[in-house]
């Protein structure tokens, strides 16, 4: 630890701090998951096969960024606040222009080639080369802001409030402003607005990144890395660490469910029910349910274990939308209802999903010896792209399968398989994300509990 009268102790200062990163964060990350395919394929005229397409290959790119930045972060040199706080603001500039270049709309009378290498090219700037150089450094920060158990789950859930913020003012907002009625009486997407609000989220996570910077103080010293770089020697601890892994591979499942949900919501409520109203409505649903669950899951994580806690979250989100798959309810409201209940198994999850990979740190230096904060969370933020990826691919693949295009956008048969989609794909990956962390997943409460001893007993020496 830091030690000085100038050091803050560990605070709400922190905790808000932390929650406006994560704030910031997803302005441009919610935007892209939930309005980007639907933007590209209704504004654009791009297929949604393409879309998906670029989506999951930009993820091959980030195998490569990932997990440079994390070892250019554990090689930096600390600044005057700390290791990894300074990169939050030199980078979340550039993350913010390139998040809203996605969206020139004043390309939409250009070639379908020119729009196709415009959506990959800003599309991998900004996912992969800008917010990978905001993001790895952003989710290390959280072990060097204190090393206690506790504080690092407060953490994780403000973390997730930030996430939930972001998610109400673009989920509620959004569906509001960015769509019009044509002459049919269907809710189309505007090209031109969708641009106006990816400016306004830009400015907003601009402000909200400087927020971060001032408010977070890291307190725990966490050395530069000075030997050479072993590219064997990293792949084999990473193939090794059964932890990471585990995480890793839950994490695509929970991305699954929580992406393909997040675009799914663009077509079912102006499609299926058409109803954008309805829509809005989740977005003020999913804070609410949010801020529930963080008044007692850190409580329940500490009390239960995270491991324990996160996969009875899972089955019963599996549940729930198993049931409204044969439900198969026509009432844009009662399907708001089955979101809601079925987002207190995804909010837990979130939740304590933050901590997890603290946990998965802690392990990583009793197993090793060694830490490596950036290494493992480039790796961790690579799983979770990698879950964006599966996510965009999956559903643009489903999508184009059911014969979703500009022109059959809503035919009963086209729309009937949207709701089906938007019911089956989160079912599928609550079951995938519990089995996961059942059987791969070794960190139960009682191995953590002993990892935290463990390295408390080698500071004290």
Same mark, same amino acid.
């Given at each position: 630890?830091?030690?000085?009268?100038?050091?803050?102790?560990?605070?709400?200062?922190?905790?808000?701090?932390?929650?406006?990163?994560?704030?910031?964060?997803?302005?441009?990350?919610?935007?892209?998951?939930?309005?980007?395919?639907?933007?590209?394929?209704?504004?654009?005229?791009?297929?949604?096969?393409?879309?998906?397409?670029?989506?999951?290959?930009?993820?091959?790119?980030?195998?490569?960024?990932?997990?440079?930045?994390?070892?250019?972060?554990?090689?930096?040199?600390?600044?005057?606040?700390?290791?990894?706080?300074?990169?939050?603001?030199?980078?979340?500039?550039?993350?913010?222009?390139?998040?809203?270049?996605?969206?020139?709309?004043?390309?939409?009378?250009? /070639?379908?080639?020119?729009?196709?290498?415009?959506?990959?090219?800003?599309?991998?700037?900004?996912?992969?080369?800008?917010?990978?150089?905001?993001?790895?450094?952003?989710? /290390?920060?959280?072990?060097?802001?204190?090393?206690?158990?506790?504080?690092?789950?407060?953490?994780?859930?403000?973390?997730?409030?930030?996430?939930?913020?972001?998610?109400?003012?673009?989920?509620?907002?959004?569906?509001?402003?960015?769509?019009?009625?044509?002459?049919?009486?269907?809710?189309?997407?505007?090209?031109?607005?969708?641009?106006?609000?990816?400016?306004?989220?830009?400015?907003?996570?601009?402000?909200?990144?400087?927020?971060?910077?001032?408010?977070?103080?890291?307190?725990?010293?966490?050395?530069?890395?000075?030997?050479?770089?072993?590219?064997?020697?990293?792949?084999?601890?990473?193939?090794?660490?059964?932890?990471?892994?585990?995480?890793?591979?839950?994490?695509?499942?929970?991305?699954?469910?929580?992406?393909?949900?997040?675009?799914?919501?663009?077509?079912?409520?102006?499609?299926?029910?058409?109803?954008?109203?309805?829509?809005?409505?989740?977005?003020?649903?999913?804070?609410?349910?949010?801020?529930?669950?963080?008044?007692?899951?850190?409580?329940? /994580?500490?009390?239960?274990?995270?491991?324990?806690?996160?996969?009875?979250?899972?089955?019963?989100?599996?549940?729930?939308?198993?049931?409204?798959?044969?439900?198969?309810?026509?009432?844009?409201?009662?399907?708001?209802?089955?979101?809601?209940?079925?987002?207190?198994?995804?909010?837990?999850?979130?939740?304590?999903?933050?901590?997890?990979?603290?946990?998965?740190?802690?392990?990583?230096?009793?197993?090793?010896?060694?830490?490596?904060?950036?290494?493992?969370?480039?790796?961790?933020?690579?799983?979770?792209?990698?879950?964006?990826?599966?996510?965009?691919?999956?559903?643009?693949?489903?999508? /184009?399968?059911?014969?979703?295009?500009?022109?059959?956008?809503?035919?009963?048969?086209?729309?009937?398989?949207?709701?089906?989609?938007?019911?089956?794909?989160?079912?599928?990956?609550?079951?995938?994300?519990?089995?996961?962390?059942?059987?791969?997943?070794?960190?139960?409460?009682?191995?953590?509990?002993?990892?935290?001893?463990?390295?408390?007993?080698?500071?004290?020496?």
């Amino acid at each position: 630890m830091k030690t000085g009268e100038t050091t803050k102790p560990f605070g709400m200062r922190d905790k808000l701090g932390y929650m406006f990163g994560n704030f910031g964060n997803d302005f441009t990350f919610i935007l892209s998951s939930m309005i980007l395919m639907k933007f590209y394929s209704d504004v654009m005229g791009v297929p949604v096969g393409i879309i998906g397409t670029m989506m999951m290959a930009a993820r091959f790119v980030d195998a490569f960024t990932d997990v440079a930045m994390g070892q250019i972060v554990d090689r930096s040199r600390p600044g005057k606040k700390g290791k990894f706080i300074e990169w939050i603001l030199w980078m979340c500039g550039p993350v913010s222009v390139a998040s809203f270049l996605m969206y020139a709309s004043w390309f939409r009378d250009m /070639s379908l080639g020119f729009k196709i290498f415009w959506m990959f090219l800003t599309y991998l700037l900004w996912g992969s080369v800008f917010y990978t150089s905001i993001n790895i450094p952003y989710g /290390s920060m959280a072990s060097a802001v204190s090393e206690e158990s506790k504080d690092r789950a407060q953490l994780s859930n403000w973390r997730t409030i930030g996430s939930a913020l972001a998610g109400t003012v673009i989920g509620v907002v959004l569906p509001l402003v960015v769509y019009y009625t044509d002459e049919n009486g269907n809710s189309v997407l505007s090209g031109t607005k969708t641009m106006i609000a990816a400016l306004l989220c830009s400015i907003g996570a601009v402000i909200c990144y400087i927020l971060c910077y001032f408010l977070v103080t890291e307190r725990v010293k966490v050395e530069r890395k000075t030997e050479a770089f072993d590219l064997g020697k990293l792949l084999s601890g990473l193939i090794h660490n059964r932890a990471l892994i585990g995480i890793v591979v839950a994490s695509i499942c929970m991305l699954l469910v929580q992406l393909s949900l997040s675009t799914m919501i663009t077509y079912v409520f102006p499609n299926y029910f058409r109803n954008t109203q309805a829509q809005a409505a989740t977005g003020i649903v999913g804070l609410v349910i949010t801020l529930i669950c963080a008044g007692f899951t850190v409580r329940m /994580s500490e009390k239960y274990g995270r491991k324990e806690l996160a996969i009875l979250s899972a089955i019963f989100g599996a549940v729930v939308f198993s049931v409204a798959f044969f439900w198969h309810t026509t009432n844009a409201w009662v399907f708001v209802g089955i979101y809601a209940v079925s987002y207190i198994g995804l909010a837990i999850f979130n939740l304590i999903c933050w901590a997890m990979i603290t946990d998965v740190i802690d392990d990583t230096q009793v197993q090793t010896g060694e830490r490596s904060d950036g290494t493992i969370y480039a790796v961790y933020s690579f799983s979770r792209k990698l879950g964006q990826a599966a996510s965009s691919g999956v559903t643009g693949m489903l999508l /184009s399968m059911i014969g979703y295009t500009q022109a059959t956008a809503f035919d009963p048969e086209v729309t009937t398989g949207i709701y089906n989609l938007t019911c089956l794909v989160p079912a599928i990956g609550y079951a995938l994300l519990a089995v996961v962390l059942y059987l791969f997943y070794p960190l139960n409460k009682e191995r953590v509990e002993k990892n935290i001893k463990q390295l408390a007993k080698k500071q004290e020496k």
